[in-house]
């Protein structure tokens, strides 16, 4: 959650730094505003501009009535697309010195980064053109040490006399990072008065979301005026929403499979308005809120229900759909493709259902025919064509074997996953836990114990459970541990597993904050305990061991391998290829947040020598590098098996975020034409949607 200057500056200021006195504005507070201290003045935009700072100049103003008339003004424009819906009021500072300052969690980098500059404001990029600014790592358990304060106000160039103020004023800024879970806090400029006091005089915060929803301190900074209505309403249910500009409302369970199909749908030239991802709840009451809520935006021609049902039951999320639209006629026409679990149940309640709005499709490509019909008998403006990146036939790479330096080992399998791997579940007593633990059984796992503190001696579906993972170990030989363990105890749980050891350990868990995840992973080493997520659906081996919460049945033993950055991605391949006869050796969801442990290539240096995976099929996303390094590391040591990628969010709008950057560090952005070209620089086949898959897939495995 970015936060705009005023609210950072509110944050500053309880810190304990120095803020401006400053009074913030909404268009019904210009009137009657009487500035409470001495001018002259500066009004400034406050904007949050794609979920992210504040974009726009700074107005002086010398008199009350100039005040008041500047901010009107200000408040009338729009930038980038977005109204200014605050400003900010501020006396003029004396500016002596101008620097910049901040605090980052850089994902790409995976460390906490002291960034200090001897210029501010908007002279910081071209400076750092010619004059890189001071970037230093600052470990996450040392915390900050006095020779970064010492560096840092050096590269400042202020004069010594300000030392004591600087180093008091960092160290502040430092304990909100650590103890508010910021991602980014930003001054800038750092301005030093002729009184000699630091002074934050702009400033750009983040909030780690998952640190906002342990805190409910925090969730005063959010500010909805930043957001349209939909998203506030959505954010109010408790659903995932992004705004889109084309006509058909997406409804989905799973980011990764909205993405890809906001992408089908922008291609094949029915863009969408918006999409929701239900995630793993589907009530009536819940269905209804998001119909209401695609429904109102007046884009809306109609909404494309596109469900893969893993954990989500499509027959229940029939059942919810029909409950929220009763017998009343709906505001558009509803799409609905339906597959996995209990997706023919699903369909026939519908078709008894017969709804006149309800229109069903068994595959895609007949949802994409309904909008299609729709669209032309709509007769509406709108939003029709084909997407900016056009889905284009990949060029096919070079064969694996124009790769050198490869030597088989003649090796089969993954080390430790296999039929006759033991399982321990960490926090099998919780309801979630118990259920999936039920269904790895039930598909053959041998789950041999479980580790609840303060609960041990207890017996859960036959399974006994000790205090301590320690103790758990003493009695049976753990090959792997799956982690059910709630978010703030979740990184502690990681490193317990791996002070014992344990070959593999799956966190399931999703909220976690980053700061507590990424220290957990680097007091993992030297343990030999390879981590898979955390927020991640799992590993599994099909027809020998499911080690997480997918839908077991839709993976078949096979020759490929698949991991994904999406558990619903996944779920869609594998059934795409299982249905057309071609099975899995492997399947891992490395996990969907910023700091996770196993990546893409750690999991290929696991199936390099494995004989019984003849290919690799990547799914990836836009944000962060792992799609750009993996293509690195294959063209760097010559991995010799076919690989296949899959990009989700092709067609995201510039500018959406998908990841935090500092201002100043050039880290890399993540951008699908900078993932799409190294893959087909390493060698990949890009495959273009999830329907081409399957030919594919057999074709690099040399079926076709």
């Known amino acids: 959650m970015f936060l705009n200057e005023h609210q950072s500056k509110k944050l500053f200021a309880a810190a304990g ?59 009338g424009m729009t930038i980038k697309g977005h109204p200014v819906p605050f400003v900010r009021v501020e006396p003029a500072t004396d500016i002596r010195k101008e620097c910049y300052l901040s605090f980052m969690l850089s994902r790409q980098r995976r460390e906490m980064l002291l960034t200090t500059s001897h210029r501010g404001g908007m002279e910081v990029e071209s400076t750092a053109e010619t004059r890189k600014p001071l970037v230093q790592r ?64 702009d400033g750009k915060v983040e909030l780690d979301d998952n640190v906002v929803d342990l805190r409910p301190d925090l969730q005063g900074y959010h500010t909805p005026e930043h957001q349209g209505a939909e998203e506030n309403a959505a954010r109010e249910a408790g659903l995932s929403y992004v705004g889109l500009s084309g006509w058909v409302g997406l409804l989905v369970n ?69 409950e929220a639209l009763g017998a009343e006629r709906a505001a558009q026409p509803v799409v609905v493709r339906m597959a996995g679990h209990e997706s023919a149940e699903g369909r026939e309640l519908l078709r008894a259902f017969a709804h006149p709005d309800v229109i069903i499709a068994d595959e895609v490509a007949d949802a994409l025919d309904a909008l299609r019909k729709i669209d032309a008998a709509g007769g509406a403006p709108g939003a029709s064509g084909t997407a900016a990146y056009p889905l284009a036939d990949e060029a096919w790479p070079l064969p694996p074997a124009a790769r050198k330096g490869y030597r088989r080992s003649g090796r089969r399998g993954v080390p430790w996953l296999g039929p006759d791997t033991q399982v321990l579940v960490q926090g099998i007593t919780g309801k979630v836990a118990q259920r999936h633990v039920q269904l790895m059984q039930e598909y053959g796992t041998r789950i041999v114990a479980g580790v609840t503190p303060f609960k041990g001696g207890q017996s859960v579906l036959g399974v006994p459970v000790y205090d301590s993972v320690h103790e758990a170990c003493r009695h049976h030989r753990i090959d792997a541990s799956i982690i059910f363990v709630p978010a703030p105890f979740a990184p502690d749980a990681v490193m317990e597993a791996a002070a014992e050891e344990i070959p593999w350990a799956v966190c399931i868990t999703e909220g976690i904050p980053q700061r507590a995840m990424l220290s957990a992973l680097k007091n993992v080493p030297p343990s030999p305990t390879r981590v898979v997520g955390p927020n991640t659906p799992g590993v599994i081996v099909p027809g020998a061991t499911k080690i997480g919460i997918m839908p077991g049945y839709v993976f078949t033993p096979g020759p490929v391998a698949i991991f994904s950055r999406s558990g619903t991605l996944t779920y869609e391949a594998a059934a795409r290829l299982s249905a057309a006869g ?28 494995d004989d019984a995976t003849e290919a690799v099929l990547v799914l990836g996303e836009v944000g962060g590098t792992a799609e750009e390094d993996l293509a690195r590391w294959v063209t760097a040591t010559g991995f010799a098996k076919p690989v296949l990628g899959f990009i989700a969010a092709r067609t995201a709008p510039p500018g959406r975020r998908m990841g935090h950057a500092g201002a100043i560090l050039d880290e890399a952005t993540g951008g699908v034409e900078g993932k799409l070209q190294a893959m087909r620089d390493a060698g990949f086949a890009v495959c273009p949607d999830l329907a081409s898959l399957p030919e594919r897939v057999a074709r690099a495995l040399g079926r076709s």
């Open 582 to 609: 071609i099975g899995q050796s492997l399947c891992v969801g490395v996990g969907g947040d910023s700091f996770i442990g196993s990546d893409f290539i750690s999991l290929f240096e696991c199936i390099r020598d």
């Open 254 to 322: 799973g980011a990764g499979l909205a993405m890809a199909t906001m992408d089908l749908l922008n291609f094949s030239g029915l863009p969408a308005a918006n999409f929701m991802d239900l995630g793993g709840a589907a009530d009536g009451a819940r269905m209804r809120r998001a119909l209401d809520l695609l429904f109102a935006n007046p884009k809306v021609r109609a909404v494309f229900i596109n469900l893969f049902g893993g954990i989500v039951s499509c027959a229940g999320v029939a059942r919810a759909l029909m």
């Open 17 to 75: 730094i120095a803020v401006p006195a400053g009074d913030c504005l909404g268009p019904e507070d210009v009137d009657a505003y009487a500035p409470p201290f001495p001018g002259p003045w500066y009004v400034k935009a406050q904007v949050l501009t794609g979920g992210r700072g504040k974009a726009g100049g700074v107005l002086r103003a010398d008199t009350p009535d100039g005040l008041r008339d500047t901010a009107r003004a200000i408040l």
């Open 138 to 201: 600052v470990p996450l358990d040392a915390g900050l040490r006095e020779h970064h304060l010492r560096a840092a106000f050096f590269e400042l160039g202020a004069d010594p006399a300000g030392w004591t103020g600087f180093r008091d004023l960092a160290e502040r800024l430092f304990r909100a990072v650590r103890d508010d879970g910021l991602l980014l806090a930003e001054i800038n400029p750092l301005v030093l008065t002729g009184e000699g006091q630091w002074v934050a005089l």
